[in-house]
Nanobody
Framework: QVQLVESGGGLVQAGGSLRLSCAASGVIFSSHVMGWYRQAPGKQRELVARITSGSSTNYADSVKGRFTISRDNAKNTVYLQMNSLKPEDTAVYYC????????????WGQGTQVTVSS
């Protein structure tokens, strides 16, 4: 059974930083592409960062230069370091197994709330 457990969210002032973690179980983590999505109130869920099994990364334009995705295959964990946070980064953040998603298996955790105050 696949489980994705996000943590690390919170309330931070604009310009601050947070580090999100996502612990995965029940997946062949090391060989899968992993991603971080976010969903703000009234908006669609959007993919903000992805990382391949070889640790190549891609970012949405809105977070490029501020967010860094990384992974620790020994811990089955993917991270999202978020710096220079803006109020528009306020959202619930979710990780996802993008390899499984591409094969039609869409797994979601409970998400972690990030709130950035101005």
């Amino acid at each position: 059974q696949v489980q994705l457990v996000e943590s690390g969210g919170g309330l931070v002032q604009a310009g601050g930083s947070l580090r999100l973690s996502c612990a995965a179980s029940g997946v062949i983590f090391s060989s899968h592409v992993m991603g971080w999505y976010r969903q703000a109130p009234g908006k669609q869920r959007e993919l903000v960062a992805r990382i391949t099994s070889g640790s190549s990364t891609n970012y949405a334009d809105s977070v490029k230069g501020r967010f860094t995705i990384s992974r620790d295959n020994a811990k089955n964990t993917v991270y999202l370091q978020m710096n220079s946070l803006k109020p528009e980064d306020t959202a619930v953040y979710y990780c996802n197994d993008l390899t499984a998603q591409a094969m039609g298996n869409d797994y979601w955790g409970q998400g972690t709330q990030v709130t950035v105050s101005s």
